[in-house]
């Protein structure tokens, strides 16, 4: 018997659920699509011309490579998070960049901050787990300040402006941001099948404490189990505009104005069996224990509501 189908059947043991043979092959046959790979990370070009990694272990781009890099920092992060309004009014702008990966988010939003004003103070603080050894430049506008960035890591100064990247995994290293009061969250991990771990409630529970009342957080998931996550969470959860594939990201704030959501979507968060937020109650759950838990309260949500199962459509960038 494989391994993975021997933990599914502990996990199922230890819940007291017995699931017949072709039920437990189902669940297994979804887990095992999220298995990590090796080899080496790919460089490619993408749409708008900016380029990008492939990550070998994630198996998935750093940036959507349909709707173009830099094009993706701009749209589904830096304007739906409106910190651009308000580095025209506030004196300083706080920003947490989770997942800083190849720097792209930081360096764009630092940059279209600045052609806003000059004179707002502006806080970065970035984490990541491990960032690649080479990371592809940037183009013009936004060279300048992510080579700057990128040599002084893990922490760079400039005029009004501080950036740091806490290494380590965030599940840590977000408990030392706890009234931060971050004014914009870019939360930009892989996608919640890939990298579970940071898609959870519980992780997205600190997150919340690290962001001020009116802070916007963003993400280019339409992901069900991230979206109801930050609903029981207490945000206002809402769409951006859609770059680069049909359905938007997600912006979401505890008191800051929202764009709505499509009313299918708003259904759908209501009443699928997907709409179950991942757990990991500990913050040290191995991604596939995280994703098992989810799969099996999915199966029984279905079950209950009579749906029967299908496969779950991996929804990457
Ligand atoms: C899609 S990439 C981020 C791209 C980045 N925002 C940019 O603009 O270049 C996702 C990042 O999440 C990081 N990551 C994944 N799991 C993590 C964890 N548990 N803790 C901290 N960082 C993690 C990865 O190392 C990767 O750099």
């Known amino acids: 018997m494989s391994e993975l189908r021997e933990f599914v059947r502990t996990l199922l043991e230890e819940k007291g659920l017995k699931l017949g043979e072709k039920d437990i092959s189902r669940i297994v046959e979804d887990l095992k699509r999220w298995v990590p790979k090796r080899g080496k990370d790919l460089l490619v070009k993408t749409r708008d011309g900016s380029y990008t990694l492939i990550s070998s272990r994630y198996g998935e781009p750093y940036h959507s490579i349909t709707a173009g890099a830099v094009t993706e920092c701009l749209y589904k992060f830096v304007v739906p998070s409106r910190i651009l309004e308000k580095a025209r009014s506030y004196k300083k702008?706080?920003?947490?960049?989770?997942?800083?990966?190849?720097?792209?988010?930081t360096a764009v939003a630092l940059t279209e901050v600045r052609r806003v004003s000059e004179d707002v103070e502006v806080e970065v603080v970035a984490l990541d787990i491990n960032i690649p050894e080479r990371i592809p430049p940037l183009p013009e506008p936004y060279r300048k300040i992510h080579e700057e960035i990128?040599?002084?890591?893990?922490?760079?100064?400039?005029?009004?402006?501080?950036?740091?990247?806490?290494?380590?995994?965030?599940?840590?290293?977000?408990?030392?941001l706890s009234g931060f009061g971050a004014d914009a969250v870019f939360h930009d991990p892989f996608s919640p099948l890939r990298n579970p771990e940071l898609w959870t409630a519980d992780?997205?529970?600190?997150?919340?404490?690290?962001?001020?009342?009116?802070?916007?957080?963003?993400?280019?998931?339409?992901?069900?189990?991230?979206?109801?996550?930050l609903l029981d969470l207490g945000f206002k959860v809402g769409a951006s505009r859609p770059v680069g594939r049909r359905r938007g990201g997600t912006v979401a704030s505890l008191?800051?104005?929202?764009?709505?959501?499509?009313?299918?979507?708003?259904?759908?968060?209501?009443?699928?069996?997907?709409?179950?937020?991942?757990?990991?109650?500990?913050?040290?759950?191995?991604?596939?224990?995280?994703?098992?838990?989810?799969?099996?309260?999915?199966?029984?949500?279905?079950?209950?509501?009579?749906?029967?199962?299908?496969?779950?459509?991996?929804?990457?960038?």
């Open 255 to 317: 008191k800051g104005d929202v764009p709505p959501l499509p009313s299918k979507e708003m259904e759908k968060l209501r009443s699928s069996p997907y709409s179950v937020p991942f757990r990991d109650p500990e913050l040290s759950w191995e991604p596939m224990r995280i994703l098992a838990e989810y799969r099996i309260s999915v199966f029984l949500r279905e079950i209950s509501s009579g749906e029967g199962t299908k496969l779950y459509q991996d929804k990457q960038r």
């Open 150 to 176: 990128l040599k002084d890591l893990p922490s760079y100064e400039g005029k009004n402006l501080k950036v740091r990247l806490l290494l380590g995994d965030a599940r840590e290293t977000v408990k030392l």
């Open 93 to 105: 702008i706080k920003i947490l960049d989770v997942g800083f990966g190849l720097g792209y988010n």
């Open 203 to 229: 992780f997205l529970r600190l997150v919340k404490e690290a962001m001020s009342e009116e802070g916007v957080w963003v993400s280019y998931t339409s992901a069900l189990p991230v979206r109801k996550a």
